[in-house]
């Protein structure tokens, strides 16, 4: 039997290294991709400008993989931003451009917005973000946005906003206003001074019921080019009632003394009366009222089977009314089988 020598040992020991140093130098060559990324930041705040005036600015798209990739589509958060790209295949080491214009006078206020850039390459978008403050030619006051509340039908209320010009001779034309509600308001746009305007609103009662939602245009005519203000009033009609749940499951067989409770919430009166609730008249159930908090309460309800008279639908509707309010509407749903002590 031949026995290893001391230069058999090394020159295995010496094969080895070689092998391990070829897996080393000539790795497994990794598959071909294109890497969608951006050169510099992803986010570009532009400050305070104004609103009539829009901004332009540009992305630079690299291609940082080894392989080409095709820009595919381009996602923006608002119709406001125009895109626009020089090329739409990326070769390895590459750029592309990506042009946005933010239009004038189509936004206001602090914005951010996102533009996300999809490619052929990855099912998730590189996401570029805009953010900055358009200050309008008119400043609104106190917003342009408004919150009436509720307003019963025997009221009638009066809000205002405060229209401030940065310079003199400014002129507005008619308001226009349109939405639900608007044939239960009126409004009059009054100078208060070179500069200054009160856009006076009167809201009366309407139907019970009924949201208010309301938009409010006043034209710039001079200067000319000048985006026309922009109001949006919201409220509601009357009180709205609010069951908490709306939904509630009954055992199919109803025990003797079964009883549940469910809240009731009142919003648009301070100090609702319990007492003026009214509840349907249901053989073998019975409703109880108790204030629990400020406008909220706790109704109980009473089951006695024996001298319950229903119709067998799976669902039925209890409907809660209240003076000036939307009604409450609670669905009982029965579990299973309909008892044969409800028939």
Excluded at 88 to 104: D, F, K, M, Q
Excluded at 118 to 132: A, I
Aim: hydrophobic share 35%; glycine share 8%; with cysteine.
């Amino acid at each position: 039997m031949r026995t290893l020598t001391v230069k058999h040992i090394f020159i295995g020991l010496f094969c080895v290294t070689i092998v391990i140093l070829l897996l080393f130098i000539h790795p497994s060559t990794p598959p071909a991709r294109g890497i969608l990324e951006v050169s510099g930041s992803s986010t570009v705040d532009l400050g305070e400008f104004p609103a009539d005036r829009g901004r332009k600015l540009a992305f630079k798209l690299m291609n940082t993989g080894n392989s080409d990739l095709t820009l595919r589509k381009i996602k923006k958060d608002c119709l406001c931003l125009i895109t626009t790209v020089n090329k739409r295949t990326i070769e390895p080491g590459s750029e592309a451009t990506l042009y946005v214009r933010l239009r004038a006078n189509s936004t206001s206020g602090d914005f951010r917005y996102n533009i996300r850039v999809y490619c052929d390459q990855s099912s998730s978008p590189l996401t570029l973000t805009l953010s900055g403050k358009a200050v309008p030619f008119i400043n609104v006051q106190p917003s342009a946005h408004m919150y009436i509340g509720h307003i019963l039908p025997q009221h009638i209320i009066r809000k205002e906003f405060i229209l401030k010009a940065p310079q003199n001779d400014v002129r507005f034309g008619a308001p226009v206003m349109y939405g639900a509600g608007k044939e239960h308001c009126s409004c009059e746009l009054i100078s208060d001074g070179e500069r200054q305007w009160r856009l006076a609103l009167v809201f009366s009662g309407g139907k019970t019921g009924r949201p208010i939602d309301l938009r409010e245009k006043v034209p710039v005519i001079d200067p000319p080019g000048q985006a026309a203000v922009r109001l949006n009033i919201k409220g509601w009609r009357g009180l709205q009632m609010r069951c908490s749940p709306s939904i509630i499951s009954i055992p199919a067989r109803i025990p003797d003394n079964y009883e549940l409770t469910f809240s009731l919430k009142i919003s648009g009166d301070k100090a609702p009366d319990p007492a003026k609730f009214s509840f349907p008249e249901i053989p073998g159930i019975s409703f109880s009222c108790r204030k629990q908090q400020n406008n909220v309460f706790t109704v109980s309800v009473g089951f006695t089977p024996g001298e319950m008279k229903l119709p067998p639908p799976r669902l039925f509707n209890i409907k809660i009314n209240y003076p000036d309010s939307t009604p409450g509407i609670v669905i009982f749903k029965i579990d299973d089988e309909i008892s044969p002590l409800i028939n």
